[in-house]
């Protein structure tokens, strides 16, 4: 139970000290300030590697150029988390792109075209009462 908490609590910073360095250290122009927030971070159990999630607003475009960017400042991400979290062994990062917010704006956008298709409630209601 101890090491569940511990790799969450890992997790957690890992987040946190990568949103920074989203925001104020990573300086390749491909990486937008602000385009990008970390959505997720999933630690192996044994803490040797991170697999963080990112959510990238824009184009198609931009996203890839933007996930080449992530890629290739890994390895700056991972010496800058060992300075700032003093663990024994500081974990492999991948970055990953989530696409979850954009299948939920796509989906609730099918919702939507659905329920224009649908007869109006009100409509079937008074078709009862004749």
Excluded at 78 to 94: A, K
Excluded at 98 to 127: A, V
């Amino acid at each position: 139970m101890a090491t569940s908490r511990r790799v969450s609590r890992v997790s957690s910073l890992i987040k946190r000290e990568v949103s920074q360095m989203l925001l104020h250290d990573i300086k390749d122009d491909r990486v937008g300030a602000g385009m990008v927030s970390v959505t997720q971070v999933d630690v192996s159990g044994d803490l040797q590697h991170a697999k963080i999630f990112v959510s990238i607003y824009g184009s198609e475009q931009a996203q890839l150029e933007t996930m080449e960017g992530l890629q290739s400042s890994a390895g700056f991400v991972r010496r800058e988390l060992g300075q700032r979290m003093r663990l024994r062994r500081t974990p492999e990062v991948v970055f990953l792109q989530d696409r979850s917010l954009e299948r939920g704006d796509k989906m609730l956008h099918l919702l939507n075209e659905i329920r224009e298709t649908l007869p109006d409630e009100n409509d079937l209601d008074q078709e009862e009462y004749n």
